[in-house]
């Protein structure tokens, strides 16, 4: 008995010892922490690490305070949206969308309703067929996305690599998914709100190009591009799109002479129906099945376009228009056939050259 008590007292003896040692050892790991910031406080950088921290903080809450402005005045001009155009008369009758066709069995390929959610800061960017100015309403979305710092979207840097995996993911695996796995900047949370309210109605492959090209051009708008930018030749700025204002959201379509059409014909009203037309009749021409535009990277599990899709994707015939008899002006052939037209007339510089 008196054996076995003994053993037991040892026992007792040897933890306590070495929690004694765990506990010696975690406060000298802690006071040479301490001692480390001190000196690195007291340093001849020490000064000047905080002041630049400090100054950090201070910039982005004066870039918050501004944001919350300019948020304010751009919820206030969308919901006052008036018509201006004769596109509001063609636009009074409902077109019901067709639903996207997907691959069988992906998730975000076929949706079933317009999402809830509660828009891009207040925005409300579904369109369904309701009689407001929803072209305007997506270029206030897009110029306050713009009005952004580079310092908003986070410290993580961001990669080409990271950006492919993200759309990839949001579409074949859906937003809630891709969310899941990364954290969503100021961009993604406009593209998110756009792709749930309008491009839902087209083909996953097409949904991935546009959320791309968008992607893209947002971020080389606020200064936060990548070195190696994936943004296609065909979306650079034409000589109209530079010298005429114009609603902010006409930039995003993949056709130079489209965009400079609809902005020389002064188009500044399309409502809801019109819009929900429209985006069911872009395609992006992609003869494989939608696994095929991806490669998955074992080790790094992360998702990269292939090689075709790449190819395809800079060249601006992979992009069509289909046909619509209820608005024929909407048709790329009309907007080739009316530029002659509508351009604008000579600069000074220009008539001394003729």
Not at 77 to 103: R, V, Y
Not at 142 to 170: N, W
Not at 312 to 336: I, K
Request: charged share 25%; hydrophobic share 35%.
């Amino acid at each position: 008995m008196n054996r076995a008590v003994s053993a037991a007292k040892e026992k007792k003896r040897a933890a306590d010892r070495e929690a004694q040692r765990h506990n010696r050892a975690r406060t000298k790991a802690y006071i040479a922490y301490i001692e480390k910031t001190l000196q690195d406080l007291s340093g001849p950088n020490g000064q000047d690490s905080l002041g630049q921290q400090l100054t950090q903080q201070q910039e982005k809450i004066n870039h918050l305070q501004e944001t919350l402005g300019k948020i304010a005045n751009l919820a206030q001009d969308a919901a006052g949206a008036l018509p201006s155009s004769s596109i509001s008369e063609k636009s009074s009758q409902h077109t019901n969308a067709s639903q996207p066709t997907g691959e069988e069995g992906t998730p975000a390929s076929v949706m079933n309703a317009l999402p809830a959610g509660n828009g891009f800061f207040g925005m409300d960017l579904r369109c369904s067929d309701r009689e407001r100015n929803y072209l305007a309403v997506l270029g206030n979305a897009v110029s306050l996305a713009q009005s952004f710092s580079p310092v908003i979207l986070g410290d993580k840097p961001l990669t080409p690599a990271s950006d492919d995996d993200f759309c990839i993911r949001a579409v074949v695996d859906g937003w809630k998914a891709a969310t899941a796995r990364s954290e969503v900047d100021v961009v993604w949370g406009l593209l998110q709100t756009v792709d749930e309210g309008l491009y839902y109605r087209t083909d996953p492959i097409t949904r991935i190009g546009l959320l791309r090209l968008m992607r893209s051009m947002l971020l080389q708008r606020i200064g936060a591009a990548h070195r190696d930018s994936s943004l296609p030749e065909y979306m650079s700025a034409t000589p109209v799109q530079a010298s005429i204002m114009h609603q902010p959201f006409l930039d995003f379509f993949p056709w130079p002479q489209f965009r400079d059409y609809w902005i020389l014909n002064g188009t500044e009203y399309v409502d809801e129906s019109c819009a929900a037309s429209f985006s069911t009749r872009i395609w992006f021409e992609w003869p494989f099945e939608l696994r095929d535009v991806y490669h998955k990277q074992v080790i790094t599990d992360t998702l990269s376009f292939s090689a075709e899709f790449e190819s395809r994707y800079h060249d601006l015939s992979s992009w069509h228009l289909g046909s619509e008899r209820e608005w024929p002006e909407l048709s790329l052939e009309t907007c080739q056939l009316g530029l002659e037209e509508l351009q604008p007339p000579l600069t000074g510089d220009a008539i001394n050259k003729t």
